[in-house]
């Protein structure tokens, strides 16, 4: 003991006498160098944890977990085949974990996958299961697979991030009638690429995250009837001339996809390239056939030119958020022009004069996003000479709401009025912009409109009771202005009207909140006197379905919630990547929700980014 | 006096270690000496509810070779980049 004591004293006088190798020895110092030696490592363990983890964690309360786990009891224990059915169905409408469609059972362990274990497909074994969804159970393992793999019927796979090991890709091999396989972020290298041959009529593969690099992606020409990929994340930069329809190359770095001219393939329509970096963005795309690439989204990419435009003719969809656009690309961009009815150009440099370019060349453009960029209230008058406009969102942007006539004199023009023109528009977001109460007055003729998006601090109960004349709207963003109890209790709320958000609104009493929800009981206010219960119900009922209402009404109402779901918004990244906006919207199916699939269509900005 | 402790784990594991090893964490260091009669100090027992088993044992490890570092064995200290970020959260709190 004596002797210990001693050496304590040795350390602490070492301490300060001698900083340095004190901090040598200092763990974190120590998890600090571990890391940066292995960076690759602790990237991938970032990538795997990040999105599942922490949502399933948060999503789900000890009450779901419960839930699940006596549902499951209930079906090992049922041996009829239709008790299980049955049983099944229960599921599906509680908690929308396993959905029955016809005689197929998809099933979908998409949250409480973590709970699940080998012994649930001892059950599983005699059904007639045609689609397995088992993404993220990451604790099923080779056995489980093996088990499974014994349902000879099956035709669908997704075991994305479980915790089945690489070598048991040659037992998935014996089912070679299978259509689909999702196998995303399964540390999946070459050579176990090489035992999936034998699935020749795989028509869907989904292998991102893996550490495919060139050498497996010319071996993917062996599946003839392959015509979704999905290799986002990995080290793939070279792609085969492959008969794909749909490619999704996020995160790669891309030198080239070899494209030959072959009449009987079916060409690439839709490219997904978030946040890839091409090597020459010209060469790439030159090698694809002109006009078949209906949807292309090249956010986030290191695209910096765009003379391969020429090229993409018949192109419907088009993101470029993020990307290193301005004004002098513009006009590249605009030869992209007439078919195209969705584009994004939220957080780029360009100013109005880039809609000038564009005004004139994209006359069936339904869905614009201008959010986060430079442009100004002179782009409204463009704007509104884009007929079909359905969309636009102006969000933090420069616009004032009034320009001045001319130079010299100082009267003012409402510029929103400019607005008029768009007969079709039925969403505006004007959030973080300057606009004050006078601006606002043209847009009590907008009378189609019905979602509305405002958020200001110059906004005060004049504008609430100017725009009581927009009848149609259905959700009314009015968050962080000044308006007071009698102008709330006083407003004449349009009839179809199902949200009103009032969030940071900070002027408003928790009564005369209370009486206006008592009022009017079918809106749902949203307000930080009230208790936000819409979140939390839905998250204790489950799963992916309040998964897509929460993203929507984040991605509509930016950063509020914080405090409640911190950086819940960022644990979305990789799920961007994983899924499409639509593949989201048919993970969700309750039906209490009001948002259906053509409100979310309406929602501005982030949620179409995907 | 005991020379060992036990450390308690978020999952209950329990770690019997010296106690001087032990006290390469100020706070435990801390918690041990601290006047008071505290219980950690006491019955020689500091439970974490936030450190998780692997953790905690691989702060153990480190507890370890701390010592063997701090007399003059310069070894390397293994550690898997998977566990870096919960061992710093861990090692912050102990302050070791």
Known sequence: MANCTKRDDGGSGRDTGCGRKADVRRCGRRCFAAARKARARVARWRRDRSSLDQLVSRAIGSRHRELATKRLSLISSSTDSEDYRDALSVRGSMSSICICKRTLFLIQFFFYGSTLTVLFFNVLGHSRLKELDMSRCSKITDAGIKQLLSIKSLRKLEVFQTGQQDNDVAKVSHIKKMGLLDKGLIRRSDSALNSLYVLTKLEYLDIWGSEISNIGATALEKFPMLNYLNIA?????????????????????????????????????????????????????????????????????????????????????????????????????????????????????????????????????????????????????????????????????????????????????????????????????????????????????????????????????????????????????????????????????????????????????????????????????????????????????????????????????????????????????????????????????????????????????????? | MKDTVKLISAEGFEFVIDKKAAMVANTIRNMLTSPGGFSEAQHGEVTFPEISTPILEKICQYFYWSLQFASGKETEFHIDPEITLELMLAANYLDA
Not at chain 1, 239 to 246: A, E, G, Q, R, Y
Not at chain 1, 355 to 366: A, M, Y
Not at chain 1, 514 to 539: P, T
């Open chain 1, 233 to 610: 994340w990995t080290k793939v930069t070279r792609l085969p001339n492959l008969p794909i329809t749909s490619l999704n190359i996020s995160k790669c770095g891309i030198h080239s996809i070899v494209y030959r001219d072959d009449k009987s393939i079916a060409p690439l329509s839709k490219l997904v390239a978030t946040g890839a970096t091409f090597f020459d963005a010209d060469e790439v795309f030159s090698c694809l056939q002109p006009g078949c690439l209906k949807f292309l989204d090249i956010s986030r990419s290191n695209v910096n030119s765009f003379n391969f435009a020429v090229n993409l003719q018949g192109l419907e969809h088009l993101d470029l958020s993020y990307c290193q656009l301005t004004d002098g690309l513009m006009e590249q961009v605009a030869t992209i022009g007439e078919n195209l009815s969705y584009l994004d150009l939220s957080n780029t440099k360009i100013t109005s004069h880039s809609l000038s370019i564009l005004t004139g060349c994209v006359q069936n453009l339904e869905n614009l996003s201008l959010s986060h960029s430079l442009v100004d209230d002179a782009s409204l008058a463009y704007i509104s000479m884009m007929p079909c406009l359905r969309v636009v969102d102006l969000s933090c942007t420069r616009i004032r709401g009034f320009v001045y006539s001319n130079r010299e004199n100082s009267e003012k023009m409402l510029s929103l009025s400019e607005l008029q023109n768009l007969t079709h528009l039925v969403s505006l977001n004007l959030e973080d912009t300057k606009v004050i109460d006078e601006a606002l007055q043209p847009l009590s003729l907008l009378t189609e409109l019905e979602y509305l998006y405002l958020k200001s601090d110059f906004l005060t109960d004049i504008s609430l009771h100017a725009l009581s004349s927009l009848q149609k709207l259905r959700f009314f963003g009015f968050r962080g202005c000044v308006i007071t109890d009698y102008g709330l209790l006083s407003y004449r709320t349009p009839p179809l009207l199902s949200v009103f958000d009032l969030r940071g609104s900070w002027l408003l009493s928790a009564d005369a909140i209370s009486s206006f929800r008592r009022k009017h009981e079918q809106i749902e206010v949203r307000h930080e006197h009230v208790n936000s219960l819409f979140v939390d119900e839905n998250v204790s009922y489950g799963l992916p379905a309040p998964l897509t209402t929460t993203k929507a009404t984040l991605s509509r109402l930016g950063t509020e919630k914080s405090s409640k779901r911190p950086s819940f918004t960022s644990s979305f990244a990789d799920e961007r990547i994983k899924y499409s906006a639509e593949e989201l919207l048919e993970l969700k199916s309750s039906p209490g929700s009001r948002c259906t699939r053509e409100d979310l269509d309406l929602v501005p900005g982030m949620l179409r980014n995907q």
